[in-house]
């Protein structure tokens, strides 16, 4: 098919879709998207940049993500390569008129498994690269049906399912349906005519190499000296590598961030250098404006949409130079200038101009976690924790490692309480139970998971105890003996009121599961 057939059925003076005429630039890889779309009936637009065009099939029932799964695929008109970066409101009246989500968007190639597969013999096998779908899919046209009628198959394996959140959630602008369909906007990947291009030096650049993110030694009270106050955010240390229009995002122990906050990433293409090492947090925002872990937790399984940002604390490289060496109140102002103009989800974390005990007072108020300080001529000396940042804590909240749970009790199931602990060299030290801030689908994962790491022995070092502490949290032999153990492998975010005198968590409270953190990196705080 040409484009003919695209341009026949538009009028362009009523829609802002791409005129058949628009170009773009040809991208390295063969792009795909997937575009949910709610026209007279609403159905997902599955297509593939093949010879020029995109190659496009309406499946109504969506794409398939278990093994053997079919779904109807009509092969339909092609559309212009810019129709990839289309999101908006096509007006009533016109064809298709309704709203364009860009449901999923990426790479893909075609599988080495089935090389002589192509379009014209009825049959592809491709292995899709997206921010929600990855793995391999079969198209095959239907020998007895029409000519336009094909097959979607998940192929190799099952995909990641899909949540309802993440179903109704753009994989660019991060908009529902109904806040697409109410804005009416057009979204624009690419930057308009009018606006400020980046100034980037000709030819490739090289993505900086991981660095080890600086870290605070944890007070009472600060010692004396100059310091300078922040934020202490409730998110995932992230460390952004941007090399030219690439970039990795790497948690503190270099695992990948890039593929679950997609949008940051993105945000930090944009900023205007040849290169950088930038170091912040990736936050969820409550009701309230407040970062909150568990917001976080639920953006990231796709249960929930909460407002997601990257705070911006340090500079370690830019364009080129090595920064680490020169004191924070230089590398600031260069932090500054560099994301002044950066997309709203990269965020400057601005330090605070006010007394210290104002600011804890403040901070308290509003249930904030607490604050960070740090000494304006401190270098950056990765990996260490020197003091010369230092946090202090409003509401403690840490790590902890998961080493086996208790039976269910009363009307609840699968569990009762985590086992949680922490790391002293090699060995996992007992620190309490946590039995609340569960719900029935968290109980459920859980459990799950620790079905995969079951142990016969108790993994905690100082575990049974002769008899029970003070404040209920020892496990006695007797109550060892109903206890089931899980390998420590799981991190877990635990919030509580403070360490009691016999070292055990007072009034515990599970946050949620962290991807970002090993387990032997666990210490107490």
């Known amino acids: 098919m040409s484009l003919r057939e695209y341009a026949r059925k538009r009028n362009f003076e009523q829609t802002s879709e791409p005129t058949d005429r628009a170009r773009v630039r040809k991208s390295k890889k063969a792009r795909f998207v997937i575009q949910k779309h709610a026209a007279t009936r609403l159905h997902y637009d599955f297509r593939l940049e093949i010879d020029g065009t995109l190659k496009s099939w309406a499946v109504p029932k969506g794409v398939p993500v278990k093994k053997g799964e079919k779904r109807l695929a009509v092969h339909v008109e092609d559309h212009p390569l810019a129709y990839a970066d289309f999101e908006g409101t096509i007006p009533k009246g016109q064809y298709g008129g309704g709203t364009v989500m860009i449901w999923d968007f990426g790479t893909f190639e075609f599988s080495k498994r089935y090389p002589e597969k192509n379009l014209e013999s009825g049959q592809l096998h491709i292995v899709l690269h997206g921010k929600k779908l990855e793995g391999e899919w079969g198209l095959v046209r239907l020998k007895s049906a029409e000519e336009n009628q094909w097959l979607l198959i998940k192929a190799d394996s099952d995909a990641e399912p899909i949540s309802k959140a993440m179903d109704d959630t753009s994989a660019v602008s991060k908009k529902s349906m109904a806040e697409i369909a109410e804005t009416g906007a057009t979204w624009e990947s690419r930057p308009a005519k009018n606006k400020k291009r980046r100034r980037l030096s000709p030819g490739p650049v090289e993505i900086p190499k991981f660095v080890e993110p600086m870290l605070a030694k944890p007070v009472i009270k600060p010692p004396a000296g100059n310091w300078s106050y922040e934020l202490k955010f409730d998110g995932y240390r992230a460390m952004a590598l941007k090399g030219g229009d690439e970039v990795r995002l790497l948690s503190r122990n270099e695992k990948d961030l890039g593929k679950k906050f997609s949008a940051v990433t993105q945000a930090v293409a944009e ?56 004191p924070l109140s ?20 601005t330090p605070f101009d006010a007394e210290l005990q104002d600011l804890l007072d403040q901070a308290k108020s509003f249930g904030l976690e607490g604050l960070i300080g740090k000494q304006p001529d401190s270098r950056y000396e990765s990996g260490r924790r020197t003091g010369a940042w230092i946090k202090l804590k409003l509401i403690s909240s840490q790590e902890f490692v998961i080493g086996g749970y208790t039976p269910p009790a009363g009307g609840r199931k699968h569990f009762g309480a985590i086992i949680v602990g922490y790391f002293s060299g090699k060995q996992l030290h007992f620190a309490g139970k946590v039995g609340s801030g569960f719900s029935e689908k968290i109980l459920k994962e859980l459990y799950q998971r620790f079905e995969s790491l079951a142990r016969d022995d ?15 949290q020892a496990i006695t032999p007797a109550e060892m003996r109903r206890c089931h153990w899980v390998n420590p492998k799981l991190v877990c975010q635990v919030q509580f009121t403070e360490w009691t005198q016999d070292g055990k968590l007072r009034q515990p409270v599970y946050q949620g599961l962290r991807t970002d953190k090993e387990a032997e990196d666990v210490v107490r705080e």
Not at 272 to 290: P, Q, S
């Open 458 to 472: 108790c993994p905690f070092v100082d575990l049974p105890e002769k008899r029970n502490g003070r404040w209920g």
């Open 271 to 326: 900023l205007d250098c040849r290169d950088a090492i930038v170091d912040g947090e990736v936050v969820a925002l409550d009701e309230k404006g407040r970062p909150s872990f568990q917001h976080l937790q639920a953006y990231e399984k796709g249960e929930e949409r909460p407002p997601l940002y990257y705070y911006v604390y340090d500079l370690l490289q830019l364009n080129g130079e090595d920064l680490r060496a020169r």
């Open 330 to 349: 230089e590398r600031r102002p260069l932090l500054q200038a560099l994301v002044e103009n950066a997309p709203e989800m990269v965020r400057y974390s």
